[in-house]
């Protein structure tokens, strides 16, 4: 027998796999790809909190990865990690939920649980997971358990992992929540139980939730404070002085990753379905976000008249391109609509980044830059999109024609903040 199937191996299920594993589980990972499979069976990883040397401990360790999901029925545990992208409408598409469903529902064996870890609206273990894994004529909360636990990764982040993060578990019964935290606290230190699959599915959109609104506050913020000539990076850091009742949040030029800008509107998008109002902070929040590369580019234009430059034809540095801070991800990242926005306008767009190798923004190849201390003074206009350890933004902007810094590391006059 199996310990557990992980069946999505992500940004989710692959760290949660390692932490398995040395909690002394056996773990068999399932992905629909052969290429991750087969990398990951090779010792490569794919993802960035994991390096090759971690998947070959794995691997040393007992893990395999398979295509094969008949391999699910020898296992005790079932977890769901497959993505959960927005649809056109704006609800989340759970076409791989669905289908991951499907298949445990094929090797369903009696005594399971079945946990789902995917981010969604509330509703959907209870509404749409649980009627699949029913069809192979066991019942939830009888004939094996079924849990929701929402995955809370935060990638690169150095201090805080997945056992050491507080881990949410909501059962369909309270049988099915006690399995679960029994099977986390293998591993995870801290398990938080919640009265049931809705309130654990909730608590993960609060989390995004109120992190979505509060960067919108201080996106909307810097654009008034820089036509009234008041520096928002020396309030926020006079307003984080207070010892209470303040959390800092900064703007920037976007916000990207598959949380910030996406799960907030599954719950803004179930509200509207099945409430018929719509959920305003949510949608308020998402206009203000989603408009700041539209911003940066206008910034960007400004800035370039003021030198007596046209945007038609100037050469212009996108530094970093993934939506985070040293690492490779570049989903929803920011500096694609920028990149898109300010070609259409007709400039020269390249980029520089350590971590990524080839970049396209909009399907459309962008020139990747090599050496970035050079590059700086031979172009019209620096953007600093994502600030890399690597990067020593004093420095650059110092050598640069023109820095646009949108992440107010800089603090000399030789660049201009968001």
């Known amino acids: 027998m199996t310990d557990v199937v992980i069946l999505g191996l992500g940004y989710v299920g692959l760290p949660l796999a390692k932490e398995a594993i040395q909690g002394g589980a056996t773990v068999v990972g399932l992905d629909v790809k052969e290429s991750v499979v087969d990398g990951l069976n090779a ?11 971690d998947v070959a401990a794995m691997i040393a360790a007992g893990f395999r990865a398979t295509l094969d999901e008949t391999e699910i029925a020898s296992a005790t545990t079932a977890v769901i990690c497959v993505p959960t992208p927005l649809h056109g409408d704006g609800g989340p598409d759970l076409t791989a939920v669905e289908s991951a469903a499907h298949a445990v529902s094929r090797q369903l064996q009696p005594g399971m649980l079945v946990v789902l870890e995917s981010t969604t609206y509330p509703g959907t273990t209870d509404e749409i997971v649980r009627p699949i894994l029913e069809q192979s004529g066991l019942t939830a909360g ?90 928002l990076w020396d309030v926020i850091h006079a307003a984080s002085s207070k010892p209470f009742g303040f959390q800092a949040f900064y703007p920037g030029p976007g916000v990207g990753g598959h949380c910030i800008p996406i799960d907030p509107n599954y719950l803004s998008h179930k509200v509207r379905a099945k409430l018929g109002y719509p959920f305003r902070f949510v949608e308020l929040a998402q206009e203000i976000n989603s408009s700041m590369p539209s911003y940066v580019v206008w910034r960007a234009q ?21 939506y985070k801070a040293d690492i490779g991800d570049q989903r929803e990242s920011p500096a694609i609509p920028v990149a898109r926005l300010l070609a259409g306008l007709g400039a020269k767009v390249s980029y520089h980044d350590p971590l990524v190798t080839n970049w396209k923004a909009g399907g459309v190849d962008v020139p990747r830059i090599d050496d970035v201390e050079v590059a700086v003074g031979d172009v019209d206009l620096v953007i600093l999109i994502q600030n890399h350890s690597v990067y020593d933004p004093e420095k650059l902007s110092r050598r640069s024609r023109r820095f646009f810094d949108t992440h107010g590391v800089t603090s000399g006059e030789a660049a201009q903040r968001l």
């Open 142 to 231: 009888v004939d094996f358990d079924l849990a929701f636990s929402p995955e809370r990764i935060d990638p690169g982040n150095k201090e805080f992992g997945p056992r050491n993060t507080p881990k949410i578990v909501g059962g369909d019964t309270p049988r099915c929540t006690e399995r679960a935290a029994e099977f986390y606290g293998r591993f995870v230190d801290t398990i938080v139980r919640t009265k049931g699959t809705r309130e654990a599915e909730t608590a993960k959109l609060l989390e995004n939730t109120y992190r979505h609104v509060n960067i919108a506050l201080v996106n909307e913020m810097a654009r008034f404070c820089h036509e009234l000539g008041v520096d």
């Open 43 to 53: 010792g490569r990883s794919h993802i960035d909190d994991l390096s090759d040397a």
């Open 302 to 322: 400004n800035i370039l008249n003021d030198a007596g430059l046209a945007c038609n034809g100037s050469r212009i540095l996108l530094l970093g391109v993934t």
